[in-house]
């Protein structure tokens, strides 16, 4: 077994994934927005010279029971103050006073132990008002929906344009294979996004457009790196942070109007 790992901007990221299922590997790993790892059975010089353009770095690895791997490096974990994230392998009960959700890794991209997936969570704790409509763009495993019902949102409803991350959503709410410039205005009391930093800034005119008046938005999956530009497309956002990751919460006012949180 060898492993390849590139860098890549987010923008082409998947393209290249694509390109990397057609030269036969035999999984992907996203190690963040901008670097990949993908497994392949055997050396395969032809694709080594194909991937150069990326920098990639080839490296043999040792033949193991990955999914055990996979599946020992996933703890039950709180958190937030409410939550309680089990792998669906694990029975382990919620802690007195949290809320248990079950997660299944590998049937669509959300593990919940991401920092941007937790940042999201707290900040629902913070926000999400019970009645509440929610938009939840680029679902992923769902985590965010379930925890946004268990907080006593009336609607949630999910999308993504991944078919297979919409199959897994649709079991818990409404869901669409899409993004958020399928959704109707004003459709939302809080809207979630976490994707990552060139798509939440070419979403922003959306994403306001779908928010009620005095709807929030809950943005993550970017570093503080890309903290200034993200801030320009949501004028007076509070950002929150934690290690090199951050979340922006920017409230809808009247109108068009932005509105600077207090």
């Given amino acids: 077994m060898y492993s390849v790992a590139l860098e890549c901007e987010p923008e082409e990221k998947d393209l290249i994934i694509a390109e990397l299922w057609e030269y036969g590997c035999a999984g992907i790993t996203e190690l963040s927005e901008t670097s990949l790892r993908a497994f392949f059975p055997a050396?395969?010089?032809?694709?080594?010279a194909a991937l150069d353009r990326y920098g990639a770095r080839w490296d043999q690895v040792e033949e193991q029971d990955w999914v055990a791997v996979a599946h020992a490096r996933l703890e039950p974990?709180?958190?937030?103050?409410?939550?309680?994230?089990?792998?669906?392998?694990?029975?382990?009960?919620?802690?007195?006073?949290?809320?248990?959700?079950?997660?299944?890794?590998?049937m669509a991209f959300g593990t919940g132990a991401h920092e941007t997936t937790q940042l999201c969570i707290e900040?629902?704790?913070?926000h999400l008002r019970p009645g509440a409509a929610v938009l939840d763009v680029g679902t992923g495993s769902g985590i965010l929906s379930i925890a946004a019902q268990m907080l006593g949102a009336s609607r949630v409803v999910a999308c993504d344009i991944d078919p297979d991350a919409v199959e897994v959503s649709?079991?818990?709410?409404?869901?669409?294979?899409?993004?958020?410039d399928a959704a109707a205005s004003?459709?939302?009391?809080?809207?979630?996004?976490?994707?990552?930093?060139?798509?939440v800034i070419?979403?922003?005119?959306?994403?306001?457009?779908c928010l009620r008046p005095g709807g929030v938005a809950l943005v993550s999956g970017f570093e503080g790196v890309d903290e200034t530009a993200v801030g320009r497309a949501y004028?007076?956002?509070?950002?929150?942070?934690?290690?090199?990751?951050?979340?922006?919460?920017?409230l809808r006012g009247g109108d068009d109007a932005d509105v600077v949180r207090p």
């Avoid at 937030?80 to 299944?104: H, Q, S, Y």
């Avoid at 004028?235 to 920017?250: I, Q, S």
């Fill in 43 to 48: 050396d395969a010089p032809e694709v080594r």
């Fill in 202 to 209: 070419e979403m922003a005119a959306e994403i306001k457009r």
């Fill in 235 to 250: 004028p007076g956002a509070v950002f929150y942070g934690r290690n090199t990751w951050r979340l922006l919460e920017y």
């Fill in 186 to 199: 004003a459709c939302a009391d809080l809207l979630v996004v976490n994707i990552g930093p060139a798509a």
């Fill in 123 to 126: 900040a629902l704790e913070r």
């Fill in 170 to 180: 649709c079991l818990h709410v409404p869901s669409f294979i899409g993004s958020v």
């Fill in 77 to 106: 974990t709180p958190v937030g103050e409410r939550f309680f994230l089990v792998p669906v392998w694990r029975d382990d009960p919620a802690p007195a006073g949290r809320m248990r959700i079950v997660v299944n890794p590998g």
